[in-house]
């Protein structure tokens, strides 16, 4: 019996941290947007998000890589944390890596929480706070700094200046097709308080349809009254420990865990991501994600 025990223990821990962790799904799913201009209509997103990338590009993030060249998406957007702990160490590595990356109609992104100068969670408080990576799980939660005036962090602004990634920080951009246009918006993160609608919608175009893209699934809760039918994140890494009473201990919401899901007037798209800064997971599959737009159903 105890051998039988450990058998199993061994291959549970085998699949949860080797196994399933390497193991990419692309998702596919399709969009339905009112007044989506004719050209637009099969349009391809490939979404990705949560990279955590360390000192060099992962055997998963690799497998992302070459799923995205097959895939040959209309533009591709990315929800946040490039980084793992604030941490751009090797951002040489970083830019050739993301370099590879290419889309007709562009690559854009949005800030995560590892993303800037320093990293950032909520404490058992449910307040944002500044975190030091070496405190153990049971210190961060007592933590009570709220953080003031972060920025993106250097080295990554710097790379992604240089590389196919547009940083969408509060702005909106807009895709053209054969003269019809569709909105790409990108917010800052919730966690660093860096989300400035006002700033975010000023270039927006009210007469065509649009994609609003945030690192953090709790933001579509502020964006009830904004432009946007579809909204993407990323963060929760699709509740990475995903067991009945023990996924939904750290998320701040349980219905915005993953996948496709009606939020007021609009609907989100939260990803699993691909990278993930405790290499583990257990029944939650990296994916990437191939949306198609359409204006009928």
């Known amino acids: 019996m105890i051998i039988t025990t450990l058998i199993i223990i061994s291959l549970l821990g085998l699949w949860s941290c080797f196994l399933e962790p390497s193991w990419l799904e692309t998702t596919r799913i399709s969009v339905f947007l009112s007044h989506l201009p004719k050209p637009f209509e099969g349009f391809t997103c490939l979404h990705i998000s949560d990279f955590h990338f ?74 944002s706070v500044v975190l030091d990576k070496g405190l153990s799980l049971l210190s961060r939660f007592k933590q009570q700094l709220t953080p003031t005036n972060l920025s993106g962090n250097i080295n990554l602004l710097k790379v992604l200046e240089e590389s196919p990634f547009k940083l969408l920080r509060n702005e909106t951009f807009q895709i053209t097709k054969s003269g019809a246009i569709l909105n790409i918006a990108g917010l800052g993160d919730l966690f660093a308080g860096d989300i400035q609608q006002e700033k975010t919608y000023q270039n927006w175009n009210f007469e065509s349809p649009g994609l609003v893209m945030c690192h953090n699934p709790l933001t ?78």
């Open 54 to 127: 360390k000192n060099k590009p992962s055997f998963i993030l690799r497998r992302a890589l070459k799923q995205a060249h097959k895939l040959k998406p209309d533009c591709i957007l990315f929800t946040g944390d490039f980084l793992c702990y604030s941490q751009a160490d090797h951002p040489e590595e970083l830019k050739q890596f993301l370099s590879e990356f290419k889309a007709p109609y562009g690559c854009f992104a949005v800030l995560g929480n590892h993303d800037y100068t320093s990293y950032i969670s909520l404490n058992s408080s449910g307040q």
């Open 220 to 297: 579509a809760k502020l964006l009830e009254g904004s432009p946007g039918e579809l909204i993407l994140s990323g963060h929760t890494h699709g509740s990475q420990l995903n067991i009945p009473f023990i996924r939904d201990f750290l998320l701040q919401d349980k219905r915005l865990r993953r996948g496709l899901i009606p939020i007021g007037s609009k609907k989100i798209f939260i990803s699993r991501g691909v990278g993930s800064h405790i290499h583990f997971r257990f029944f939650s599959r990296p994916e990437i994600t191939l949306i198609t737009l359409y204006g009928k159903l």
